[in-house]
């Protein structure tokens, strides 16, 4: 099935706009190396993501599955310790399929008629679940767990920084429109300061975590000690 996807979409390819295309690509390349820690999620979850919902409204089904699919890959070479080759076309794979179905959710049949901001909502939740939902399943299996309490435990605490990501992909195509894409590049340090802001705020959270372990800690051995 990922196989079509991939013969599909690119037979008849044609590049419009090779300087826009090259920007974006570069921007994601860039963004690939930078992870999020998510309260209450196993694993760090990576910042891609935001630029392939900017791929969604911005270019083409084949510019941004390679733009997606590029980033997946270096995210792997990145981490290649950890990483098999079956892990490798696994995540390829699974976000080829994820762009795919969050793409047709955004231009399908039946789309004109919707508000442009909903599609990209709704096509964000399309890519959250696709892309989540597999590696939830494989772990399920492996460790004969209910699939759905995984993916519930270990992923859907990221949702809401999805739909901040829609967010940021909804502005930055307002900005192209009116201004120009080129334009609307001035927008992304926005993005890179949401990221350190809640960078911040999760080590925050993670700190007041530990010291409270610390104090109860502390009180547990007072009151042995009396």
């Given amino acids: ?3 079509v996807v ?17 920007c974006y690509y570069l921007l994601a390349i860039g963004a690939s190396v930078l992870k999020v820690t998510v309260p209450g999620m196993a694993g760090r979850m990576p910042f891609n993501f935001v630029f392939v919902l900017i791929g969604l409204v911005q270019l083409s089904l084949p510019e ?9 890959l270096i995210e792997c070479v990145w981490r290649s310790r950890s990483m098999t080759l079956l892990d490798v076309l696994f995540s390829l794979s699974d976000m080829a399929v994820a762009i795919a179905c969050a793409d047709y959710v955004f231009s399908g049949p039946g789309t004109a008629v919707i508000p442009k901001p909903i599609l990209i ?4 939740t399309a890519f959250f679940i696709v892309n989540t939902f597999p590696l ?15 993916w519930k435990g270990e992923h859907t605490e ?3 920084f999805y739909l901040l990501g829609a967010s940021v992909a909804w ?8 201004a120009g894409w080129q334009a609307a590049l001035l927008t992304l340090p926005f993005a890179y300061l949401l990221y350190r802001t809640y960078r911040l705020y999760v080590a925050r959270v993670e700190d ?6 610390q104090m109860a800690s502390l009180h547990l051995r007072t009151i042995e000690a009396l």
């Avoid at 494989?138 to 699939?147: H, K």
């Avoid at 502005?171 to 009116?178: H, N, R, W």
């Avoid at 007041?208 to 372990?213: P, Q, S």
């Fill in 136 to 150: 939830a399943a494989v772990i399920a299996l492996t460790e004969r767990r209910p699939v759905l309490r995984v």
């Fill in 158 to 160: 990221a949702y809401p």
């Fill in 171 to 178: 502005a930055f195509d307002m900005a192209a429109k009116y």
């Fill in 208 to 213: 007041e975590e530990v010291h409270a372990e």
């Fill in 1 to 3: 099935v990922r196989l």
């Fill in 6 to 22: 991939f013969t599909l979409t690119f037979s008849n390819w044609q590049l419009h706009d090779p300087m826009k295309f090259a």
């Fill in 121 to 124: 909502f709704l096509a964000t």
């Fill in 64 to 72: 941004t599955l390679l733009l997606g699919c590029t980033t997946v």
